[in-house]
């Protein structure tokens, strides 16, 4: 089974996400989820969990997932990487290499 990293940004077009993984899924990938905070105020964790039937990623600092440092894992094992909406922030944070949150680290680790 091909895995695909979802990564959702804080945007409008936040909830197309939900019909993404929707879509992703009825084309056989499996998908890994990962909320920005922004992007919470947009769809919610749950939403996101009963679709993907996945943990949904939130946090760079999780101690149970950054001592197996999670960042580094989730990238590897993702065939496909799709951020969705890419927002401005999340382009500028890529452009001047910043990681300061999970979607931004997976992204640098990709």
């Given amino acids: 089974m091909k895995r695909l990293l979802l990564i959702i940004t804080g945007g409008i077009a936040a909830y197309k996400a939900l019909e993404l993984i929707r879509l992703a899924t009825k084309a056989g990938f499996g998908v890994s989820a990962v909320l920005t905070e922004a992007a919470r105020h947009f769809v919610t964790p749950l939403s996101v969990q009963a679709l993907t039937g996945e943990k949904v990623h939130l946090d760079l600092?999780?101690?149970?997932?950054?001592?197996?440092?999670?960042?580094?894992?989730?990238?590897?094992?993702a065939d496909l990487v799709v951020v969705a909406p890419a927002t401005a922030?999340?382009?500028?944070?890529?452009?001047?290499?910043?990681?300061?949150?999970?979607?931004?680290?997976?992204?640098?680790?990709?």
């Fill in 61 to 77: 600092f999780s101690l149970t997932d950054e001592s197996e440092m999670g960042h580094i894992e989730l990238s590897r094992a």
């Fill in 89 to 110: 922030d999340i382009l500028a944070k890529m452009a001047a290499g910043l990681g300061d949150d999970l979607a931004s680290t997976l992204l640098l680790a990709t």
